[in-house]
């Protein structure tokens, strides 16, 4: 099975600074067929289920705003929030879409310093 | 709009059965693999079981091999989740999601239903 992490745990950032998540799969999860990165991140709220906010590594659902962004390759993967807004305090999960089990990271807590 | 609405949660005794749906509408559901997610209280995300757009292929997570059966029926939009042998560290809120791709399983999750909790108690 493919393991995710996460970094850090939670986060507390001041409202317009910028937000950095970090995620590292305990294998490559880039898939030949297309060379892109088989790593979705999700938003979750409290009382809410998840919402998609980046596929492909770095695919920007649509609707999600443009602050929102996803870079990395292989096995080490990031999501900045680029000027964070209150909006935007929730748990956020990397997860792996390339071979089951579909593996999520432990979570990280944002929250407004 | 597209959307996913999960049913047949609720309180049930250790080693009885569960049986949870999730009614599809607002997209063609035949086309479209399908999961289900779980979320202990207070817990993370566990990815459960996929089912491929046909119902041809299952794959499930290791804590749900042959105790729970994902199922489709393609006619009716409606995705199901057949839990027996339940356990207490089977509580949780169950999502069902939708593969973002057509055909392939191999995608991110969007949308998601709003779950139902399932409660493993004596």
């Known amino acids: 099975d493919i393991v995710m992490t996460q970094s850090p745990d939670s986060l507390a950032v001041s409202l317009g600074e910028r937000a950095t998540i970090n995620c590292k799969s305990s294998?490559?999860?880039?898939?030949?067929?297309?060379?892109?990165?088989?790593l979705a991140w999700y938003q979750q709220k409290p009382g809410q289920p998840p919402k998609l906010l980046i596929y492909?590594?770095?695919s920007r659902e649509s609707g999600v705003p443009d602050r929102f962004s996803g870079s990395g390759s292989g096995t080490d993967f990031t999501l900045t929030i680029s000027s964070l807004q209150a909006e935007d305090v929730a748990v956020y999960y990397c997860?792996?879409?390339?071979?089951?089990?579909?593996?999520f990271g432990p979570g990280t807590k944002v929250d407004i310093k | 709009q597209v959307q996913l609405v999960e049913s047949g949660g609720g309180v049930v005794q250790p080693g009885r059965s569960l049986r949870l749906s999730c009614a599809a509408s607002?997209?063609?559901?035949?086309?479209?693999?399908m999961h289900w997610v779980r979320q202990a209280p207070g817990k993370g995300l566990e990815w459960v079981a996929v089912?491929?757009?046909?119902?041809?292929?299952?794959y499930y997570a290791d804590s749900a091999k042959g105790r729970f059966t994902i199922s489709r029926d393609n006619s009716k939009n409606t995705l199901y989740l057949q839990m027996n042998s339940l356990r207490g560290e089977d509580t949780a809120v169950y999502y069902c999601?939708?593969?973002?791709?057509?055909?392939?399983?191999?995608?991110?999750?969007?949308?998601w239903g709003q779950g139902t909790l399932v409660t493993v108690s004596s």
């Open positions: 294998q490559s999860v880039l898939y030949s067929s297309n060379n892109k990165n088989s």
């Open positions: 492909w590594a770095s």
């Open positions: 089912i491929s757009y046909d119902g041809s292929n299952k």
């Open positions: 997860q792996q879409y390339y071979s089951t089990p579909f593996t």
């Open positions: 999601a939708r593969a973002i791709d057509v055909v392939t399983a191999l995608s991110g999750f969007d949308p």
């Open positions: 607002g997209f063609t559901f035949n086309v479209y693999a």
